[in-house]
């Protein structure tokens, strides 16, 4: 029954990529559409089954959201309105509730939250609404989370159709990097944040471009929100660059140093945050930090554990923590880091785009650079801003490969953007 159900929703959503105008307007295929999305289900599966059979599934959050959110959704049997009010996130529940919550769910609740929207709670709740149709079958839970991560990469793939225009090494660059295809495709919040990221920059380009005005808001609105209660840091990452577009549209004579200005106000904010607002943004991370290495250090079996500069909330410490924070994120895993084979796939991920960077750099085209100027600062910005992000408060390798997974393919695109693909071509057809 369970594979039965399984084919039901897989087709479904087949015919809805078919049907839809949103995928026909990519121009890619339908077969090749299906093939992606087929592939992204697989993976899904895929990782799913490893985490099963392999690992502890107490341990593993793709069991967790799902077991969870099945813990809300036995709620609806007991009392609609307290399942309404835990979907929505609107109005109190009693405190038998609370304490039910507390002694059957395992993220529900998060021992440090610093006055933060707790972020697993989306991912629960949607996992909650899936038992409605899924006769609580996770493989069907997966292939929706599949569908949603493909749609984010779709509507992603769209932005940078307008400023590259090779189909098949766009297709690569958005769908099938190893990374993104493993943790996007599966039952965890990548999935959703590739979902609300894609939809909330289509939208942006489009009312940048002055597109449908009025859909395009309420996409904008409602992905953000999506953001902001998944991975408030994500959308934190995305300011820099989309207040330099939004600036740079109106005042285009030196994006350049229209940017440094916009980030060199934005950093100064950051750590001036406590006199701004009822938060101080550095001493959180700097928290963040703290209880991340040591929540790794209570436990047992964390085998790509990482030193890592203790940050302290002040500009210089963030300063002096910032070059190891990007060598972490962009070249670790490196051949130094293996210490099982589960790892090397993302080692010679890592490989592959420092290699890609070097060529990038042998055969840098100033033209191109000039002529995407402003989306490629835009990328760069929030590439650079996330990894520093990641790598200042993540003592775990395995975390990073799957926390650095949205700016991936803002990474790779910059690459090519600014390469002069022709002279590439013609230098290795001579090799």
Request: hydrophobic residues 55%; without cysteine.
């Amino acid at each position: 029954m369970q594979i039965i159900l399984s084919i039901l929703y897989t087709l479904l959503l087949l015919l809805i990529i078919n049907k839809l105008s949103f995928f026909k307007t990519t121009d890619i295929p339908y077969k090749f559409l299906a093939l992606i999305f087929i592939v992204k289900i697989i993976s899904g599966i895929g990782l799913l089954l490893l985490y099963k059979f392999y690992y502890d599934t107490n341990g593993s959050d793709i069991f967790n959201y799902y077991k969870d959110g099945k813990v809300i959704y036995n709620v609806l049997y007991t009392n609609p309105t307290d399942f309404i009010k835990l979907i929505t996130g609107i109005g109190n529940y009693s405190n038998e509730l609370e304490t039910y919550l507390r002694e059957n769910t395992n993220y529900w609740f998060k021992a440090f939250n610093y006055n933060l929207l707790n972020d697993n709670r989306l991912t629960i709740r949607i996992n909650a609404i899936l038992h409605l149709i899924s006769n609580h079958n996770i493989y069907v839970h997966s292939i929706f989370f599949s569908f949603f991560s493909f749609v984010g990469l779709t509507a992603l793939y769209k932005v940078f159709k307008q400023y590259y225009s090779n189909k098949l090494i766009l297709t690569i660059v958005v769908f099938f990097i190893p990374s993104v295809i493993i943790w996007s495709s599966a039952m965890l919040k990548e999935s959703i944040l590739m979902f609300s990221l894609g939809l909330f920059l289509l939208a942006f380009f489009n009312l940048l471009k002055n597109r449908k005005t009025l859909i395009n808001i309420v996409i904008l609105v409602i992905s953000a929100l999506l953001m902001f209660m998944l991975k408030f840091y994500v959308l934190f990452a995305l300011i820099p660059g989309l207040l330099f577009l939004i600036i740079n549209k109106f005042y285009s004579k030196n994006p350049i140093i229209t940017f440094s200005i916009i980030y060199g106000l934005i950093i100064m904010l950051f750590f001036n945050s406590p006199h701004i607002s009822n938060y101080n943004l550095a001493e959180i991370m700097s928290f963040k930090q703290h209880d991340f290495i040591n929540m790794i250090n209570s436990s047992e079996n964390v085998g790509s554990k990482i030193d890592l500069p203790i940050l302290q909330p002040n500009f210089f410490s963030f300063l002096s923590a910032t070059p190891n924070a990007l060598v972490n994120t962009f070249l670790r895993p490196s051949i130094f880091d293996i210490h099982s084979i589960i790892v090397l796939p993302a080692v010679i991920e890592n490989i592959i785009f420092l290699i890609l960077f070097i060529v990038s750099i042998i055969f840098f085209d100033k033209n191109n650079f000039k002529k995407n100027i402003n989306f490629i600062i835009f990328s760069l910005s929030f590439t650079i801003t996330l990894s520093i992000l990641i790598g200042l408060t993540t003592p775990v390798l395995g975390a990073i490969v799957r926390y650095k997974v949205p700016f991936l393919p803002f990474f790779i695109i910059i690459l090519i953007l600014v390469m002069n693909t022709r002279k590439s071509k013609n230098y290795f057809r001579k090799l």
